[in-house]
């Protein structure tokens, strides 16, 4: 079967990854302003359903890499790591050094007993989601880069089994059905071991829940691969307003029938805006705005928290000032002094450790071939 889709940077890539940011710091900023406009209200408060988009675009754009490196490398599945690792790792070990020099070890709404030397170790080996009092103990955010690292040891072989539309179907309705069953059996276990709010929260986090998330972004390369052109404005524009079509239906439900969660429902929002896109990239939502936004957004993603708590005394607001200002504000705040502080670790950390990483897959490809 001939696979048309390479590698090759499409812009609308980093466009999507800026649109997931702007939703996860959007929602956010709700919890400290929330704005009175209904749509945008709603739009803030399921923002931080942008995890999913980044959860698609992950395993579509690992998909591609994947299907290219192995034809040129000579040790793909190893250098998928060595990249994995360089590109992860190094900026991930700082925020756990950031945040605990900001939040402390003492007790927080995720660790209720303070965070021990065994939530370190679950954290530093990338571990924590794999136990509800430490997914997100130390970084707040750190469970979805938990669930990511969770992923990619299973990338070569999904890679290899998972080549047809299909397969990827019968991966995204396999993975809804196991979800399912895994929370009935061990629920019951958890709450004997850890706090019941935090448990109940743990089942939205945890890996299961989201492997049908990453299936979507396996279905959007199995769609995409064969297709002749990219350049097709009248099916992008199509998919587009399909995308938000479902985007408004979503918001206004939590579920449908009770048997697709509302994470699931926004993915596959997600997923129609991502073939939407490759096919017609509207400037409104790919440009160069949203392109280092996403470039930066690992970045974004790790550091906006820490300024989020004390933004408001920072910058007191009285009520006078409506409450849809105090959001558009505060806002438009937290992403340029995020943007700012992430255009240096970006430049100083990420690239620097990506780079590392080439070099060491270089080395490891010009001895293999002595």
Known sequence: ??????????????????????????????????????????????????????????????????????????????????????????????????????????????????????????????????????????????????????????????????????KALLLILGSLILQLVLIAVYKPILLQYATGYIVQAYFYLWFFAQLPIFGLGILAYQILRDQKSENNKSLGNAFILLALFLYIAFLQTSTYLNILPTYFLYGIAFLVLTLGLYFNSIKLLVNPITQWIGKVSYSLYLVHFIFLVDLKSWIPLDASFGKTAQFALYFMILLGISSAISYVTYRFIEVPGMNLGKKLIQRLESQSST
């Open 1 to 166: 079967m001939a696979q048309r889709v390479e590698i090759n940077q499409y812009k609308f890539i980093d466009a999507l990854r800026g649109l997931a940011i702007l939703l996860v710091i959007a929602t956010h900023v709700a919890s400290i302003a929330r704005p009175s406009v209904p749509t945008l209200r709603l739009i803030a408060q399921n923002g931080a359903f942008g995890v999913q988009l980044f959860y698609i675009v992950s395993s579509l754009t690992l998909f591609l890499s994947t299907h290219q490196r192995s034809q040129i490398e000579k040790r793909p599945t190893l250098n998928f790591f060595i990249r994995r690792i360089f590109r992860i790792v190094p900026l991930y070990y700082l925020a756990i050094v950031a945040y605990t020099l900001k939040n402390g070890t003492g007790p927080n709404y995720w660790a209720p007993d303070g965070i021990l030397w065994w939530q370190y170790g679950l954290t530093l080996l990338f571990l924590h989601g794999w136990h509800p009092e430490a997914i997100n103990a130390i970084i707040p955010l750190g469970w979805s880069i938990a669930i990511e690292m969770t992923f990619y040891p299973f990338i070569p072989f999904l890679y290899r089994r998972i080549n047809d539309t299909g």
